[in-house]
């Protein structure tokens, strides 16, 4: 049931549960997270392989697209209302929170988003000419990697909803020792999954005290916005890295 409910929430993929969630399975799905993210990689990989005689601009658009589509635009209707809301928040907790709350997408969000899947279009064909397929695994099972770490580490500030149910029933004491052993799965990848690793372990640690600072901690769509930040970051470190 865990495993089922986190295809459900993570993916377009036609998943129907037995019955409603109870909290405390709603909390253990956490320990899919990262599976889910290594299955999506698994699927871009085997597009990858598949259509791999494919002009490399061509074939980015259509892992991009396959991207998006699997993920049914969940992290970047997150990224998007974090941007608004950070911009247009004025350094205000409050306000930063009700922005965030408001399903329009302003132009910030807008914005943020073309550059984020510009990024990622570009990184992609970088790494098809390369043949670093690799960090199609990578990319999307480091981005929901980091999402239970996250709730681990950090207070959970919108009460009500399924983020907070998450937080409030995360399995604490086996969570810990699961992400290590995915890290350590990763690493089999070489050198350009530590090098992801790494960005990831960064870009976390800088995006919680901003979010300490601003708002006291994280929310769903801060939480969104970190997958999204994960993923470009670890397509473009890697893409620059190989071209070094």
């Not at 871009?44 to 658009?61: E, H, I, K, R, S």
């Not at 807008?110 to 000419?129: F, G, H, M, P, R």
């Not at 399995?171 to 350590?184: D, T, V």
Request: charged content about 10%; aromatic content about 6%.
């Amino acid at each position: 049931m865990p495993l089922l409910i986190a295809l459900q929430f993570l993916t377009r993929l036609p998943i129907r549960l037995p019955g409603l969630p109870t909290a405390e399975e709603n909390g253990r799905s956490l320990l899919w997270y990262p599976l889910v993210g290594l299955l999506i990689g698994a699927l871009l990989a085997a597009v990858y392989w598949g259509l791999g005689g494919l002009n490399p601009l061509l074939l980015g658009a259509l892992l991009l697209a396959l991207w998006v589509w699997l993920s049914g635009g969940l992290h970047l209707d997150g990224l998007a209302d974090s941007a608004d809301a950070w911009v247009g928040g004025y350094g205000d907790r409050e306000r930063t929170l009700a922005i965030m709350k408001d399903p329009a997408c302003g132009p910030i969000g807008v914005i943020t988003l073309v550059l984020c899947l510009l990024l990622k279009w570009a990184a992609l064909i970088s790494l098809i000419d390369a043949e670093a397929w690799a960090v199609l695994l990578l990319a999307p099972w480091l981005g929901r990697w980091c999402l239970p770490l996250l709730l681990l580490t950090t207070p959970y500030v919108r009460p009500g909803g399924l983020g907070h149910i998450l937080s409030q029933h995360l399995p604490r004491r086996s969570l810990p020792a699961l992400l290590i052993l995915h890290a350590l799965a990763m690493l089999l990848l070489g050198w350009l999954a530590l090098l992801g690793l790494l960005l990831t372990l960064l870009l976390l640690a800088w995006g919680r005290a901003l979010l300490l600072k601003r708002v006291g901690g994280t929310t769903g769509d801060t939480a969104g916005a970190l997958v999204e930040l994960v993923e470009v970051t670890v397509l473009v470190g890697c893409s620059i890295a190989i071209s070094l």
